[in-house]
């Protein structure tokens, strides 16, 4: 198993002198002086520092995916997730399997499950006990394990702050990402599983729909030719029928016809024998005037107006013999135009009939295919809905592996983030604090442009100006919850001292000699002063 430390101090860009150990070690002494409470007017009790302990914060790291998921050693923190419950993916299925032999029972499954994929069922937290699953802290942490690969070195010699676990357990914990992992992209493949089965029912229904309309149009097309070739003999035999019609009819107006031709014939013969008659009665009468001026013409005009009052008889007689002519001429007409008429209605019924098939196939292939439109409507529906549903999972998945390291490792290591802990006692209670990494600033910088006014910062204060926080993601995810949870829970603060106090700073052989060197170079920096470096060493650097 590769175990592996980061330092304590790193230094900033710009740092002239590097920050020693022996520096780190002062500085940390000045701080946790600073920190003691003393004596006041409201408060007489005073504090003593019991231990300065140098302990590291164990992160595994169990790889996964080509990734690395970091699992808090201390078991401190956790990371939550909202899991949507996906709608059940097998009821849908099987309604669309169990529809199979008719399209009518696909619709109906369809219809069922028109709003099924429209939201998740419900929404539940999942927390993923131990899991760093921060995004900004675990860019923190990248950085620290490449730092951690390049100085390759190890935690062997250090204290792992307890109660540390081992790799078996880390793994443990980091399977509740991989379950919520799998979880997910099951969730996935079953609702890839859906789009499948509806795309191939959808199909498999849309075929057997296919078919069943050309099965109409086959049938009705049978139908149609052999009704067709009826109404066509039929029609043959109606022309048939309307000819004789038509020459009986006109048989019968011509017969009377030529009746009344005859009658007008003899009637115009009369009045020309009448007109002849008359013509020569009146050549008569003027010759006889011209012979016989005196004799008396009285018979003569009597048989003259005879004529005459014939002819006028027979003209009206002619003139309704004409008019019942044209009557007789006009009913022919209008009697053919009725036969026309009637076998053209009787023709027209027939070819109904062959309207009357083409509508009903017309109809029945229409309701086939509105059947099948309102089918691929739903289901198109359907499909779009479960596409947005896997969309979210895969945001899910992805959200999910943003929560681990673009880190590739062989095998699961351990990272210790090295921190200071300090006891204070008092007469009445202990209490602990909690140093996380830092980063030293340069004197050049920050404390040139204040060292004017140096006396009117505490001790405390400088310290912070020269140890900044190396990471505030670091310190809210890990060292403010440890410090905060010591405090509050007395069996785990008993834990921590029984691996601090072995290991403490104070009672170290080298102490005295190391934080003498490094009082020295924070003074010569101008981080604190004579007085003060004077008043560490005389209340923790006595004989």
């Not at 009052?309 to 007789?328: M, S, Y």
Request: charged share 35%.
């Amino acid at each position: 198993m590769t175990a592996l430390s980061v330092p304590y101090v790193v230094d900033e860009p710009g740092r002239g002198t590097p920050f020693t150990l022996e520096m780190e070690k002062a500085a940390i002494l000045c701080l946790s002086e600073a920190k003691r409470r003393k004596p006041t007017i409201l408060r007489r009790e005073s504090e003593e520092l019991v231990y300065i302990s140098k302990l590291h914060y164990p992160l595994w790291f169990v790889p996964w995916r080509s990734r690395c998921i970091a699992v808090d050693g201390l078991g401190l923190s956790s990371t939550t997730m909202s899991h949507s419950r996906a709608p059940n993916v097998l009821n849908f299925t099987e309604d669309l399997k169990k529809s199979a032999p008719s399209f009518d029972l696909f619709r109906r499954a369809l219809r069922k499950h028109a709003r099924t994929f429209m939201r998740f069922s419900s929404v539940k937290d999942v927390v993923l006990d131990a899991v760093v699953g921060d995004a900004s802290v675990l860019k923190v942490l990248s950085s620290i394990i490449e730092q951690a690969m390049i100085r390759e070195e190890t935690v062997s010699g250090t204290v792992l702050a307890p109660p540390e676990f081992h790799s078996k357990v880390a793994e443990q914990k980091a399977n509740s990402l991989i379950s919520e992992w799998l979880s997910l992209e099951e969730e996935v493949d079953g609702f890839k599983y859906a789009l499948q089965v509806l795309n191939e029912e959808m199909e498999r229904h849309k075929d057997k729909v296919t078919k069943e309309i050309e099965m109409i149009w086959e049938e009705y097309g049978e139908r149609i030719s052999e009704m067709k070739k009826a109404v066509e003999k039929r029609i043959r035999q109606l022309k048939r029928e309307e000819e004789r019609e038509i020459k009986k009819a006109t048989r019968l107006a011509e017969k009377k016809l030529a009746k009344l031709v005859a009658e007008e014939k003899k009637l115009r013969q009369k009045i020309v024998r009448l007109e002849q008659s008359l013509e020569e009665k009146r050549r008569k009468r003027k010759a006889q005037k011209r012979r016989y001026p005196k004799r008396s013409t009285t018979r003569i005009d009597n048989t003259i107006r005879t004529y005459r009052e014939k002819i006028t008889g027979l003209n009206l007689e002619l003139r309704k013999v004409l008019a019942q002519q044209e009557t007789a001429r006009k009913e022919e007409e209008q009697t053919l135009r009725q036969i026309e008429e009637s076998y053209l209605q009787m023709a027209a019924k027939e070819m109904e009939k062959i309207e009357i098939l083409e509508k009903g196939r017309n109809l029945e292939v229409s309701k086939e295919r509105e059947k099948l439109q309102e089918a691929e409507d739903t289901a198109s529906k359907i499909e779009n809905q479960i596409k947005n549903l896997i969309q979210r999972k895969t945001e899910s998945l992805r959200n999910l592996e943003n929560r681990t390291l673009p880190f590739e490792a062989e095998e699961t290591f351990l990272v210790g983030i090295p921190f200071y802990a300090v006891q204070y006692k008092s007469r009445r209670k202990t209490r602990v604090d909690v140093y996380p990494p830092v980063k030293a600033s340069s004197y050049e910088g920050t404390l040139r442009r204040i060292q004017i006014a140096v006396l009117s910062f505490s001790l405390e204060s400088r310290l912070q100006h020269l140890l900044s926080p190396r990471s505030t993601e670091l310190d809210a995810a890990f060292f403010t919850n440890l410090k905060e949870r010591l405090n509050a829970d007395v069996a785990l603060k008993e834990l921590l001292s029984q691996v601090a106090e072995p290991n403490n700073l104070l009672a170290h052989p080298s102490f005295r000699d190391d934080v003498a060197k490094g009082l020295d170079a924070l003074e010569e920096e101008g981080w604190l002063s004579e007085k003060e470096k004077e008043n560490i060493l005389s209340i923790y650097m006595k004989p």
